[in-house]
């Protein structure tokens, strides 16, 4: 079967079955036609042509219909035989983290631990001395090559040694463990005396020392130190989650948890 390229359509309003080309009084700002139109309408779940005027379709149907609407400033999309869809709805994800990640350092494709603490040097070089950084993506089942681990997880010493300066948070792709260096353990106060939090853990060592990795709601202990974002880094933050969702055709979405700071 042929590849067919995907071309996601995103604009937030339900399409008709039939072309409108009377009483309309506006002609069309784009036209795309010449692909695989699909509207999610039972009655009509594909047509040949789509007519947009600002952010809402003003028509679909027919291309000799739809064409009518062309006017002189009207751009025309030649699909080429692509796939159009409505724009697709998340189920189930998390907004802000989303923008929280597009600022962190990414760690996501990582081939093994020590490329993902170069990534992480790396920003810190460029951070002043002191301040947190946050790393997010890691997966040390899709790593090549596999560090020492306890607990199924690698420790804070390689990390440590690279950066000693900033306190630094990694947090793994499913967003349920964590490795903090020994920086960060210090500003937290972990060491081996620290109380096992409800919920959560801190890995131990067999001399009963901390590893820096946190499951669960240890975490908390260590992400409450990060300084509270300002309305314009939230603001900032759920730009960037909404330019990524419609870079990807995604134009609704089910938050699965929003903080109180929206």
Not at 127 to 146: C, I, L, M, R, Y
Not at 170 to 190: P, R
Not at 202 to 211: A, K, M, Q, R
Not at 222 to 239: G, H, M, S, Y
Request: aromatic fraction near 6%.
């Amino acid at each position: 079967m042929k590849p067919t390229q995907l071309i996601i359509f995103f604009l937030l309003i339900t399409v008709s079955s039939k072309a409108q080309t009377s009483g309309l009084g506006a002609l069309a700002d784009q036209i795309y036609f010449n692909g695989e139109i699909y509207t999610m309408n039972d009655n009509s779940p594909m047509v040949e042509a789509v007519a947009v005027r600002a952010d809402s379709i003003l028509s679909v149907g027919s291309k000799e219909l739809v064409m009518k609407l062309k006017g002189d400033k009207t751009q025309l999309f030649d699909l080429k035989g692509k796939t159009m869809i409505p724009g697709l709805i998340e189920g189930h994800a998390h907004l802000y983290g989303i923008g929280n990640n597009l600022l962190e350092v990414d760690l996501g494709g990582t081939k093994s631990y020590e490329e993902a603490i170069e990534r992480v040097a790396k920003k810190a070089k460029s951070t002043p001395k002191g301040e947190w950084v946050v790393a997010t993506g890691w997966h040390h089942d899709k790593w090549d090559t596999q560090p020492t681990l306890i607990n199924g997880y690698p420790t804070n010493k390689l990390l440590s040694a690279a950066v000693p300066d900033h306190p630094v948070i990694l947090v793994h792709a499913s967003g349920h463990v964590i490795i903090i260096n020994h920086k960060a353990m210090d500003i937290a106060g972990i060491n081996s005396k620290t109380p096992q939090p409800d919920g959560g853990g801190i890995v131990l060592d067999s001399n009963g020392e901390p590893t820096g990795i946190l499951n669960e709601t240890a975490g908390d202990l260590v992400f409450k130190f990060l300084p509270e974002p300002t309305k314009e880094d939230v603001k900032e933050t759920l730009i960037l989650a909404l330019e990524e969702c419609y870079k990807n055709g995604i134009t609704g979405f089910h938050d699965a948890g929003s903080g109180a700071t929206w």
